[in-house]
C-alpha cells in the first residue's frame, strides 16, 4: 500500500513535536519509490521531527532527527 506504477501526487510534512509544520512540499511520482532528498531550511533547529508524507489519503509517519 502506498506507491503504485502510477503518476501520484505525493504531500510531504516536516512537523516539530509541538505540531507545527515546519515544512511543506508537492510532489509528483512516477514508478513505485521516491528517492529524494529533502533540503530543510536554516530555521530548522536540532532535533526530533516527524517526516508525514501522504499519498492517496494514506499518510504514512516516520521519525527524522536533525543532528
Do not use: A, P
Amino acid at each position: 500500500d502506498g506507491l503504485t506504477g502510477e503518476r501520484q501526487e505525493i504531500q510531504l510534512l516536516v512537523i516539530d513535536l509541538q505540531g507545527k509544520v515546519v515544512m511543506s512540499e508537492r510532489l509528483m511520482n512516477e514508478g513505485d519509490h521516491l528517492n529524494r532528498v529533502i533540503g530543510l531550511d536554516r530555521s530548522i533547529t536540532t532535533g526530533v521531527y516527524l517526516l508525514n508524507l501522504t499519498v492517496d489519503g494514506k499518510t504514512f509517519t516516520k521519525r527524522l532527527s536533525v543532528l
